[in-house]
């Protein structure tokens, strides 16, 4: 089967072509972030204009790129949720009107679904069962994963997702947009135990996050060391970077440990923007090591936004029979465990 993959969920037009024999035969991606960095957040009016002007011409760069022909295209997936409704609906009309068009089936892919299997597409995959840590700019879960979508949800946060997270600390401390990898960078050249920040819900027993209290603790910081126009040192800006990057991973390590204890497995993946994170990546490798166990992951640029992940997972689902109907449809919230799972 070979399979046109959309992304449009958000800021990033992704495009792929993935084939159930071959593995990805291409892909493409292009971002707003130029578009969306001066208003300091994502626009959804201005996302989904631009998905519109960039979808087709990545869909046939990449079909051109990966020496196919139309025609030679079995399926067609696109993010159907969640995301921003308008983002969403300009990926499920082009990829639903396309397969209608060739005349093949289509399907609608759950986002997280697609961050989830994104480790799938490397040349060591995990097998399942193991534990998934999702953490992007709208989500930061835990999830016990027995097959493609067989999901448990062990924990989640109950306020910003981690992303977010990293986000609002970056613009508090006046870094570009998106934060993360801006915050991450910054806190390479921070001092170590500078500042201690607290690791949220660590204390008590659960799997759910909480990292509104940590934002609050990096704000009050600043406004202790600033001088009187407001502004850091640029040490001192690095040296909270740190103490909070440190913080989230020290959280997130915590609470993935437990989450492989209380379900007996060996095997975690860690999906979603935020685990591009270096440091992240470092440490959990560390703490899976101790453990015998083992931690895998895609690449840095298949763990933001992409259309390869959504081709991937389309791919399965269509292998499996699964189709969508000819309504254009996108769920802007949809819950992960009530996908349908595939033998
Ligand atoms: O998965 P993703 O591309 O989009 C969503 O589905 O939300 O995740 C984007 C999030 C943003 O919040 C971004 O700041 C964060 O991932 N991110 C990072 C890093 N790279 C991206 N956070 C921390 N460290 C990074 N290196
Ligand atoms: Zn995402």
């Known amino acids: 089967m070979i399979v046109l993959g959309i992304e449009t969920s958000c800021d990033e037009t992704g495009v792929a072509v993935y084939a159930s024999t071959h593995g990805l035969l291409a892909d ?43 025609v030679d295209i079995t399926g067609v997936a696109y993010t159907a949720g969640p995301g921003l409704v308008g983002a969403l609906l300009v990926g499920a009309a082009i990829g639903r009107s396309l397969a209608m068009g060739w005349d093949v089936p289509a399907i609608g892919v ?25 953490v992007s700019g709208g989500h930061t879960q835990l999830v016990r994963v027995s097959g493609i979508g067989d999901y ?21 401390l006046g870094l570009g947009y998106p ?73 997130m390590v915590i609470k993935c440990r437990r989450a492989l204890q209380q379900t007996g497995l060996k095997s975690l993946i860690i999906a979603g923007g935020v685990s591009a994170n270096t440091r992240l990546r470092e440490v959990l490798e560390t703490a899976m090591l101790k453990i015998n166990g083992r931690l895998f992951y895609a690449q840095p640029r298949f763990c933001t936004d992409n259309g390869a992940m959504i081709a991937y997972a389309g791919c399965q689902r269509l292998l499996a029979g699964q189709s969508a109907s000819l309504a254009i449809d996108a769920f802007p919230r949809w819950p992960l465990e009530s996908l349908s799972a595939i033998s």
């Open 28 to 70: 493409a991606l292009f971002s707003q972030v130029d578009i969306h960095a001066a208003y300091g957040g994502v626009i959804p009016e201005l996302a989904s204009r631009d998905h519109i002007r960039k979808t087709l011409p990545l869909v046939k760069q990449v079909i051109a790129k990966a020496g196919i022909r139309n």
């Open 152 to 172: 448990q949800l062990l924990g989640e946060s109950l306020d910003d997702a981690a992303g977010e997270a990293f986000d609002k600390v970056g613009k508090m």
């Open 110 to 134: 759950h986002h997280m679904e697609g961050h989830l299997l994104a480790p799938m597409l490397e040349a060591e995959p995990p097998s399942f069962p193991f534990v998934a840590l999702l």
């Open 179 to 251: 934060g993360g990898p801006h915050v991450a960078k910054l806190a390479q050249s921070g001092i170590e135990g500078r500042f201690e920040f607290p690791r949220p819900m660590t204390k008590r027993p659960g799997l759910d996050f909480s990292f509104s209290g940590l934002k609050t603790f990096v704000r009050n910081t600043i406004i202790e060391h600033a001088n009187n126009n407001g502004e850091l040192d640029v040490q001192t800006q690095a040296d909270i970077a740190r103490a909070f990057e440190e913080a989230v991973i020290d959280t």
